[in-house]
């Protein structure tokens, strides 16, 4: 899911740089791909936070902790967002990002929220 995430960051960087090069009138095409980018980009949210939510099920369950999956979740909180809010507004000189950069806090506010409900689990669950 990073390497997706990576990924899929670093070409609507390069996608918008490209569009950005060309002369105006043949940028639709490129902005058509860039939305399309981006809806990926959505999904590979929508990812993080249901593994998330699934993750926080198990370790209310069982106590059982990932750290593999809260390192994943904490690279998004504290650098990936900001690298793929980067990249959005960016993309923005094209395409209407309004919603995707709505979702990305959203996301945010999710997975932290997620992160310290975990984190007051395993408290409890050390004593």
């Known amino acids: 899911m990073l390497d997706e995430h990576r990924q899929l960051v670093q070409r609507v960087t390069e996608t918008v740089n490209r ?12 902005s058509e791909g860039l939305r399309e980018l981006l809806d990926n980009l959505h999904s590979v949210r929508e990812g993080l936070l249901k ?8 370790v209310t369950c069982c106590l059982e902790r990932s750290e593999d999956l809260e390192a ?4 998004y909180v504290m650098a990936g967002q900001r690298i793929e809010q980067e990249a959005i507004m ?6 209407a990002v309004g919603d995707d950069l ?16 975990v984190s007051s ?5 050390s004593r």
Request: glycine content about 10%; overall charge positive; aromatic content about 4%.
């Open 19 to 30: 569009a950005l090069s060309l002369p105006e009138g043949q940028r639709e095409e490129t």
């Open 51 to 58: 593994a998330g939510k699934d993750y926080l099920m198990v």
């Open 72 to 75: 994943l979740i904490s690279y």
């Open 90 to 95: 960016k993309a923005g000189r094209l395409v």
């Open 102 to 117: 709505k979702h990305v806090k959203e996301t945010v506010s999710g997975l932290q929220e997620l992160l310290i409900q």
């Open 121 to 125: 689990l395993r408290g409890r669950s």
